[in-house]
């Protein structure tokens, strides 16, 4: 990026923030702060307008209860830009919070946003233009499996190989990192929604019960794994009978529960073990001794480690605080300036260098 006086001015007098724009959750992560913003990917919306009247926690809270002028929607959809001017709006309104609670004088930031490795330039240069629009000065694109692997605290400058699979909302994002740059990556759109719809699917199928994504969350979250329990759990339910269509409790249990995802947990086993096929055998090597480290919130999945020790018979551990691994990872590379050109890119430089 060209030298320009004028940014490097305001940079003396505004914010750098990280941010991990997610299909479930967008967190920002403020310079000298720390994480600032963690909230959901949601915004409810006038349905005549598109006007945004809430965004976040509270829209998330509206989810299956609006009136029939609003409608809640997620802007993002499999890790990448569904919805641009709701994703713009949501965007301003995160960082105009940020903003709030600093005392930079110029509202205007410099920002490093991470990307799924998948992205596509169309969907890259989305996310850059939604950035931008939102009010950031200058941007920085970095893969979010390096942002994930900094915030982790691996040692990925080394030559050696490391992994991180990053189980989130909308992906799941696999990569094999070595000498600070990714070796092997799949980006794959299986991941914690496309397991809320299996087990939505599996209660109106086995039960005849319609249930909210809420409850089907609920669900995965208590009783969903991906490995037999020490101890099999059970949960009550609640949803509408499609047959009498009256409100129903029925008690599942976490049996059932793995066997209606199996499905999918089985493909993200597979992706890992297609990027480990593919990677050259002496970083494979390197895997065994540094091991696999999840990280997402679908990292959380009862027993998802264990499957994957299993399956790959290598050491597999859950990052600590896995959900925020790629804010802090974005908020690393700020603290330290000097990593900003190593480990990100600014549009045109990640369009020229693929
Ligand atoms: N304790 C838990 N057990 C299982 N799943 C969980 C748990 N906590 C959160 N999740 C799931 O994690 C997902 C959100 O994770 P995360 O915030 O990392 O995704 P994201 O970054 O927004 O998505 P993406 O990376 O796909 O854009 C949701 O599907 C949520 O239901």
């Known amino acids: ?10 940079g003396l007098f505004s914010l750098d923030i990280g941010i991990d724009l997610g299909t479930a959750n967008t967190l920002v992560y403020v310079k000298g702060k720390g994480i600032v913003i963690n909230e959901p990917s949601w915004v409810a919306v006038e349905k005549r307008t598109r006007r945004p009247v809430a965004i976040g926690a509270q829209a998330k809270e509206m989810v299956g209860r609006t009136p029939a002028n609003l409608l809640v929607v997620r802007p993002m959809k499999d890790g990448v830009i569904a919805e641009f001017e709701i994703t713009k709006a949501m965007l301003g309104y995160f960082i105009g919070r940020a903003h709030q609670q600093t005392v930079a004088p110029f509202p205007r930031p410099r ?17 850059y233009d939604a950035a931008m629009a939102a009010g950031a000065r200058e941007i920085y694109l970095i893969e979010e499996p390096k942002a994930t692997a900094i915030g982790i605290g691996l040692p990925i400058n080394e030559i050696r190989g490391t992994m991180v699979v990053d189980i989130g909302g909308g992906t799941t994002e696999v990569a094999i990192l070595s000498m600070n740059e990714i070796v092997v990556s799949r980006s794959l759109r299986v991941a914690g929604d496309e397991i809320d719809q299996d087990i939505m699917n599996y209660i109106r199928n086995r039960y005849n ?44 249990s976490s049996v059932e529960i793995r066997d209606a995802i199996s499905n999918s947990i089985q493909v993200i086993v597979d992706t890992v073990k297609d990027a480990i096929d593919e990677a050259p055998p002496e970083i494979v090597a390197d895997l065994i001794e540094t091991g696999i480290c999840l990280s997402g919130g679908g990292s959380q999945i009862l027993g998802i480690a264990e499957r994957l020790n299993d399956e790959v018979n290598i050491r597999v551990w859950v990052a600590e605080d896995p959900m925020t691994c790629v804010a802090r990872g974005a908020g690393m590379i700020l603290e330290h300036p000097a990593t900003i050109n190593q480990f990100t890119a600014s549009l045109d430089r990640f369009s020229s260098r693929r």
């Open 209 to 252: 019960l319609f249930i909210g994504e809420r409850m089907a969350e609920q669900t995965k979250i208590s009783i969903g794994s991906a490995h037999p329990l020490p101890t099999e759990k059970t949960m009550v339910i609640r949803g509408r009978n499609l047959v009498t269509g009256l409100p129903e409790a029925i008690e599942v």
């Open 111 to 127: 920002v490093v946003i991470g990307i799924p490795c998948g992205a596509t330039d169309v969907e890259r240069r989305a996310v």
């Open 1 to 10: 990026m060209a030298f320009n006086p004028l940014n490097w001015l305001m």
